[in-house]
């Protein structure tokens, strides 16, 4: 992309809508920025880059390669995780003075699993004035292109990092009846998946979201039985940021038949029919009756194969 200079962004005809637009000083901005593809950046994100004082960022470097390609030279100052609390002290004396402050993240919507949310607080604590400026958000992009039906989602974000933490954080997901949204780095998407694998149902539908918005970008949707040998056939499926879909949880009825049904299955490999219902009946409390006459149409589907 050609560098233009920002007087020549303000004079774009685009952007006539955005400039016309109010921008009250002494305003903490939350910028959304894009996640991959620089043109998904918003035309009120322009205009706010522009006017703003400062930027606050979480890496000034790739902030400013970002700036830099809009044609923008800004003063920046760096407001990571580690600095949170710090760099809110200093940019709200910078509100007290009257400046627009921008806040951005390395890509996406701030203070989501990204440095932010103690600076907001600390400004609105102040009796400041906060507002969002949105755009990319990599859970929202996953989940309109995931064709997951449920129409709530429950987002989780970066799991931990050790198994027994893992583990105990998954078990109290397990009933959740929404979709859930993880966030994974690439070195740890084999440990993920393989958690997933041994939390949930194989037969619930993940989506794995890899390299968003870049070139490539690959969305991949199986069961969790088929979820780890999908990652492991290639190589290049352990690399890139990753956004995780598992789908909601099945009712508590369709949950237990479909463990009825699975022990049936088995049971009926070394037992006959009626040994196989109950036998069934009495791991999983389920009527005899139902699971026998269950376990006969089961029996008559394998014959007919």
């Known amino acids: 992309m050609t ?5 020549q962004i303000a004079q774009l005809p685009v952007m006539g809508e955005a400039a016309q637009q109010s921008y009250p000083t002494a305003t903490l901005y939350v910028v959304a920025t894009p996640i991959g593809n620089v043109t998904d950046i918003t035309l009120r994100a322009l205009q706010v880059l522009l006017l703003a004082d400062v930027v606050a ?8 390669a970002l700036l830099t390609r809009f044609g923008l030279n800004k003063h920046m100052v760096a407001a990571h995780q580690h600095n949170e609390r710090e760099a809110a002290d ?9 400046e627009r402050v921008a806040l951005v993240s390395d890509a996406g919507t701030p203070a989501v699993s990204d440095p932010g949310a103690r600076i907001v607080d600390a400004v ?3 009796g400041l004035h906060v507002v969002p400026v949105p755009g990319a958000s990599a859970s929202v992009t ?6 997951l039906l449920n129409d709530r989602f429950y987002f989780v974000g970066f799991l931990p990092a050790k198994a027994k933490q893992r583990e105990a954080e998954l078990a109290a997901l397990k009933g959740v009846n929404a979709t859930l949204v993880f966030y994974e780095a690439p070195h740890r998407i084999v440990d993920c998946v393989q958690s997933l694998v041994a939390a949930f149902e194989p037969t619930r539908q993940v989506v794995f979201a890899r390299e968003l918005t870049k070139l490539f970008e690959e969305i991949h949707r199986c069961t969790l039985q088929e979820a780890l040998a999908w990652v492991k056939a290639d190589a290049n499926r352990e690399r890139g940021e990753f956004v995780v879909l598992v789908d909601a949880a099945p009712p508590a009825g369709d949950a237990e038949d479909q463990d009825a ?4 299955q088995i049971l009926l490999s070394e037992c006959s029919v009626k040994q196989a219902a109950n036998l069934a009946a009495q791991i999983t409390g389920k009527k005899k009756n139902a699971l026998y006459e269950r376990a006969l149409q089961l029996k008559n ?5």
């Open 3 to 7: 560098e233009i200079q920002s007087s």
């Open 301 to 305: 589907d394998g014959a007919d194969d």
């Open 142 to 147: 996953a989940l309109s292109a995931s064709g």
């Open 57 to 64: 960022c979480e890496d000034t470097r790739k902030t400013g």
């Open 124 to 126: 609105r604590a102040a």
């Open 90 to 98: 200093k940019l709200i004396q910078r509100l007290r003075a009257g």
């Open 261 to 264: 049904e699975r022990i049936l």
